[in-house]
């Protein structure tokens, strides 16, 4: 059987002022295949650091939803307008699956401003 791949969320600026950025998500069955079909992935979070770089404290909120779908209370995972203060960071450890045969496994998100990225680590995997 094989194993889970341990991989890094690398860097990503979150959008200021909107909260439909897509962060992350796995590759779906088929995608980017040729001679052969695809899998979909499947990821696992457990590590997520969100730093603000500026001289004000920011506000971010990260979802799981449909790719670029809409910010709600309804789908928040991680953060609701959950604040950082200047020159600081928020850590965010569990296990956050994503599913690339589920259309609503995104990680999707953003920031009150400019300033604030985010990065993680994790596991990848075969369905």
Not at 26 to 45: C, F, M, N, Q
Request: glycine share 14%.
């Amino acid at each position: 059987m094989a194993q889970n791949t341990v991989f890094r969320l690398d860097p990503v600026a979150l959008a200021a002022g909107t909260y439909a950025t897509n962060i992350c998500y796995p590759a779906a069955a088929g995608a980017s295949a040729v001679g052969y079909t695809a899998r979909a992935s499947y990821i696992i979070l457990r590590h997520i650091r969100i730093v603000n770089t500026t001289a004000g404290a920011l506000t971010f909120r990260l979802h799981k939803t449909t790719t670029g779908g809409a910010a709600t209370a309804a789908n928040a995972v991680i953060g609701w307008d959950l604040s950082i203060a200047a020159g600081s960071y928020h850590d965010w450890y569990g296990q956050l699956a994503l599913r690339g045969d589920v259309a609503a496994d995104f990680l999707v998100g953003g920031g009150s401003a400019g300033g604030l990225t985010i990065e993680g680590e994790g596991e990848i995997g075969s369905l």
